[in-house]
T-cell receptor
Framework: KQEVTQIPAALSVPEGENLVLNCSFTDSAIYNLQWFRQDPGKGLTSLLLIQSSQREQTSGRLNASLDKSSGRSTLYIAASQPGDSATYLCAVTGSGTASKLTFGTGTRLQVTL | GAGVSQTPSNKVTEKGKYVELRCDPISGHTALYWYRQSLGQGPEFLIYFQGTGAADDSGLPNDRFFAVRPEGSVSTLKIQRTERGDSAVYLC???????????FGNGTRLTVT
C-alpha cells in the first residue's frame, strides 16, 4: 500500500526566505506526482504536476523535483511571501491505479512579515 | 462558473439520516473524483468516474455510500444511515483527462450529530 509522508508538518519562516518542503513515498511505481496548495476552508489548488518520466517542473517561484527511484520529491519556494501561507500537500498516482491520488498529510506553512 | 462547484457548502444532519452532496464539474471535464478529508489529514480517495460510469469505486468505505453521474457531468454522492464517523469535508474534483491536473471544489463540510 502506498504511503506518502511530508516533512516538516509545520514551518514558519520570515518573508523573503527560500524554503524546501519534502515529500517521500514508499512505492516508486508511480504514474505522476502533484503538489497542491490548500487554504483554510477551501479546496485544493494544483500547483505542479510531474510525470514519472520527468525530473522537475517549474512555475514562477515554485520548483518541484522528483527522484522516483528514491521515492522523494521536493517543493522549492523562492523568495517567500505572506500570501504563500497555506498547507501544501503532495500526492502520487500509482502506476496501476492511475485514477487514484494518495495524499500526504501536508506541511502547514506560515510566512511572517 | 469557471471552477468546480459543490453544494451545499455545509450540511448538518442527525445520525441515521440520508444525505446527498452535489458536485458540478468544470464543463468539458470527463473525469470526476470524490475525496474525503478528515481534520488534519490529507484527502482520501472515494470514487472516480470516467464519463457516466464509475471506473473505480474502491475507496467507498461501505455500502452506505453511493455515487452517480447519470449524464456525465453533475455527480451526486449519497450517504445512507449516516454515522458520526462520516463527519468530514467531502471534496469533488474534475480533470480534462484522467492524467491531467485535478481541479478541486471548495468541498462540503458534513457534520453528523
Amino acid at each position: 500500500k502506498q504511503e506518502v509522508t511530508q516533512i516538516p508538518a509545520a514551518l514558519s519562516v520570515p518573508e523573503g526566505e527560500n524554503l524546501v518542503l519534502n515529500c517521500s513515498f514508499t512505492d516508486s511505481a508511480i504514474y505522476n506526482l502533484q503538489w497542491f496548495r490548500q487554504d483554510p476552508g477551501k479546496g485544493l489548488t494544483s500547483l505542479l504536476l510531474i510525470q514519472s518520466s520527468q525530473r522537475e517542473q517549474t512555475s514562477g517561484r515554485l520548483n518541484a523535483s522528483l527522484d522516483k527511484s528514491s521515492g522523494r520529491s521536493t517543493l522549492y519556494i523562492a523568495a517567500s511571501q505572506p500570501g504563500d501561507s497555506a498547507t501544501y500537500l503532495c500526492a502520487v498516482t500509482g502506476s496501476g491505479t492511475a485514477s487514484k491520488l494518495t495524499f500526504g498529510t501536508g506541511t502547514r506553512l506560515q510566512v511572517t512579515l | 462558473g469557471a471552477g468546480v462547484s459543490q453544494t451545499p457548502s455545509n450540511k448538518v444532519t442527525e445520525k441515521g439520516k440520508y444525505v446527498e452532496l452535489r458536485c458540478d464539474p468544470i464543463s468539458g471535464h470527463t473525469a470526476l473524483y470524490w475525496y474525503r478529508q478528515s481534520l488534519g489529514q490529507g484527502p482520501e480517495f472515494l470514487i472516480y468516474f470516467q464519463g457516466t460510469g464509475a471506473a473505480d469505486d474502491s475507496g467507498l468505505p461501505n455500502d452506505r455510500f453511493f455515487a452517480v453521474r447519470p449524464e456525465g457531468s453533475v455527480s451526486t454522492l449519497k450517504i445512507q444511515r449516516t454515522e458520526r464517523g462520516d463527519s468530514a469535508v467531502y471534496l469533488c474534483a474534475s480533470s480534462f483527462l484522467f492524467n491531467s491536473p485535478l481541479h478541486f471544489g471548495n468541498g462540503t463540510r458534513l457534520t453528523v450529530t
